[in-house]
Each structure stands twice: as structure tokens, then as C-alpha cells.
């Protein structure tokens, strides 16, 4: 807009902006095509997405990364003329900002139409890019959740085996322990019990061998 209409509106108390505002930035082609498709940004299906989110992230660099071709006058310039002009009402901002289009042919207001229009999708792709983002890393949480719970569900019955095979190993080496307990105590039960039995067939025999010397002996002589 020319420097001359800028300064008037400020002068009436109708416009409050910077300097910077006054000059639009130069631009090769100041008439982008209207029909030209805004690129998503939004990841392909079989694209992987990335878990970790990038906060704070530049909009320049969200607006690059939708592909958003710089415009003669962007969006964000608009946006401070406009708050300059939040004491009019709609109908006269609009007259004041067409008269800003018809008095600088630098740039049109389908120009910064179209570049909020796109800068809009690029911001909704990356909320979109987010959506997935999240949902990715609700998506492996839930995997490795579930492969750890398997693991430790094999690490367990793994352990639970060992632990009835030790059992029963401890039941078997217990009952043979009390067998071969058994076993000994019943033998030695068996020699007491036969050795018994021999030592009474022999004084049995030794009583009757005693008969001989009983009858044939010498009697003592008397004193």
C-alpha cells in the first residue's frame, strides 16, 4: 500500500501498524494460480510415522514442510492491518483494506486468501501428522506391553516348572530316603532277631554237651 494512504488512515486514528507493514515483500510471480491443489503433509498409510513429537515447532517450518509458496503479501501481515483496524466495524475494514488492494498492485486480496487458505492446511496436517504420531506410540506402548506380558508369562511357567519338578524331586528322594531308611532298620531288626534265636539253639546245645562232664567228671576231693 502506498505510503501516503497508510499514513492518512493513521493519522484519522483508523490504522495502527508498524512500519514494516508498509512495504509488502517483492515477490517474482505476485499472482499464484487460485486452482493450484495444496499439498498434505499428512503421512501415507504405509509411511512410518515417527513417535517422537517435535514441540514448539516453527511455523515457517510447518508451512515449509506443507510446501506453502510465499506470498507477495502473507497472511500475517493482513492479520496486523486488521488489528489496527479493530475500531471499525466489518463493513468499513473491508472498504479500507480493498481500498489497500486497489491502491497497491503489488499484491490482491485473493493473494492472501488463498496464502491463509493454504497456511490453514498446512497447520491442519500437522495436527493430523500429530494424531498419528500419537497413536503410533499408543500402538508400540500397547505391543511391547503385550510382548513383555507374554514374556513374562513364559519366564513364569518356566519357573513354575522348575519349581514342581524340584518338588518332585524332593517328594521322590524323600520317599526313597524313607525306604531305604525302612529297609535298614528292618535288616537290622532281622539280625537282632536271628541272632537271637542262633545264641538260644546254642546254649541249648551247651547245656546238653554239659550232661557229659556232669556225669563223668571227678568228684572233688573234700577239704
Known amino acids: 500500500m502506498p505510503s501516503g494512504f497508510l499514513k492518512a488512515l493513521k493519522k484519522v486514528g ?12 517483492p515477490m517474482p510471480d505476485p499472482t499464484p494460480a487460485p486452482d493450484e491443489p495444496a499439498v498434505d503433509a499428512s ?36 492479520l496486523k492491518v486488521l488489528g489496527g483496524l479493530k475500531a471499525m466495524d466489518l463493513n468499513t475494514r473491508k472498504a479500507a483494506i480493498s ?3 486497489a491502491a497497491d498492485d503489488s499484491w490482491r486480496i485473493e493473494d492472501v486468501l488463498l496464502d491463509a487458505e493454504r497456511k490453514i492446511k498446512a497447520l491442519q496436517a500437522r495436527k493430523q501428522m500429530l494424531v498419528a504420531q500419537t497413536q503410533a506410540a499408543e500402538s ?10 507374554s514374556q513374562q508369562q513364559g ?7 522348575q519349581i514342581a519338578d524340584l518338588q518332585a524331586m524332593m517328594e521322590r ?15 537290622a531288626q532281622s539280625a537282632r532277631e536271628a541272632g537271637a534265636r542262633e545264641a ?24
Open 43 to 78: 503421512p501415507a498409510p504405509s509411511e512410518a510415522v515417527s513417535t517422537e513429537i517435535a514441540e514448539a515447532l516453527p511455523l515457517d517450518q510447518i508451512y515449509a514442510d506443507g510446501q506453502v509458496p510465499p506470498c507477495p503479501y502473507p497472511a500475517e501481515k493482513l
Open 155 to 161: 519366564a513364569l511357567d518356566a519357573v513354575r516348572k
Open 14 to 25: 483508523l490504522v495502527e501498524v508498524d512500519e514494516a507493514a508498509e512495504t509488502p515483500a
Open 140 to 149: 508400540e506402548a500397547a505391543a511391547r506391553v503385550h510382548e513383555r506380558d
Open 173 to 187: 528322594e524323600v520317599a526313597k530316603a524313607t525306604a531305604d531308611k525302612a529297609a535298614a532298620l528292618s535288616k
Open 99 to 101: 481500498a489497500m488492494d
Open 200 to 223: 538260644q539253639r546254642l546254649d541249648q546245645e551247651i547245656e546238653r554237651l554239659r550232661e557229659i562232664p556232669a556225669t563223668f567228671a571227678a568228684p572233688a576231693p573234700a577239704r
